[in-house]
């Protein structure tokens, strides 16, 4: 199947800092991708719709000015979490699609000090 | 819009016993079904996919699942489970054409342990 990642798998910030997590789709191009998040012991939320050369579009709820994302090309989605606080702690996830069907990246946990 | 309702939170069984994980869903339009496994601290891995033909799909690894358009189901099976399997299982659907979006709703998730 095809086969997305994400980097970096995880990481440690101190609140007020900025944290930029990529999403590449490695043997297709995407013109979509999708970013999620997840709470522990629960489902995915699902946050923006990144579309490849326009702006994303955003779940209700979910601040745009918090976290940016940047679809510059078609293998590549960024997700940036800007001035991140301990409440922003969560396993990020990003999905793409090919030939149909949705598949998403090893996810990335972000923990906020 | 369409819902997922997976029934059972957690499943505990033995090994080499069978196993059925239900998924309900909700839509009015025609869908496409998945169903994705997570392993701990790990991404959604691809496990079956619905898109049309054949409404008994399986996976390499002995789960299958079938497509029920009059109950509006898409359990998940596997005759004898392997301690391996113990994992959060997710069962999604997707309405199958028009909406640039193609956006997935997410069942809540069911724990499969399997014990020795």
């Known amino acids: 199947g095809a086969v997305v990642s994400q980097h970096p798998s995880r990481v440690i910030c101190k609140s007020g800092t900025s944290v930029k997590i990529e999403c590449r789709s490695l043997?297709?191009?995407?013109?979509?991708m999708f970013w999620y998040r997840q709470f522990p012991k629960q489902s995915l939320m699902l946050m923006a719709t990144?579309?490849?050369?326009?702006?994303?579009?955003?779940e209700q709820g979910v601040e745009k000015d918090k976290f940016l994302i940047n679809h510059a090309s078609l293998t590549l989605s960024t997700l940036t979490v800007t001035s991140a606080h301990p409440e922003d702690s969560s396993f990020y996830i990003c999905?793409?699609?090919?030939?149909?069907?949705?598949?998403f990246g090893p996810g990335t946990r972000l923990t906020v000090l | 819009a369409q819902s997922v309702t997976q029934l059972d939170s957690q499943v505990p069984v033995f090994e080499e016993a069978p196993v059925e994980l239900r998924c309900n869903y909700s839509?009015?339009?025609?869908?496409?079904l998945f169903w994705y496994v997570q392993y701990p601290n790990q991404g959604l891995q691809l496990l079956l996919k619905?898109?049309?033909?054949?409404?008994l799909v399986k996976s390499i690894n002995g789960f299958e699942a079938e497509f029920n358009k009059s109950q509006t189901s898409f359990h998940l099976r596997k005759p004898s489970v392997h301690i391996s399997d113990t994992a959060e299982y997710f069962c999604?659907?997707?309405?199958?054409?028009?909406?640039?979006?193609?956006?997935?709703?997410f069942g809540k998730g069911t724990l499969l342990t399997v014990n020795p």
């Open positions: 619905y898109l049309s033909g054949s409404t």
């Open positions: 999604a659907v997707r309405r199958d054409r028009g909406g640039s979006n193609y956006k997935l709703t």
């Open positions: 839509s009015s339009v025609s869908v496409y």
């Open positions: 990144s579309n490849e050369g326009s702006k994303a579009t955003y």
């Open positions: 043997d297709f191009q995407a013109t979509t």
């Open positions: 999905s793409a699609r090919d030939q149909g069907a949705p598949y």
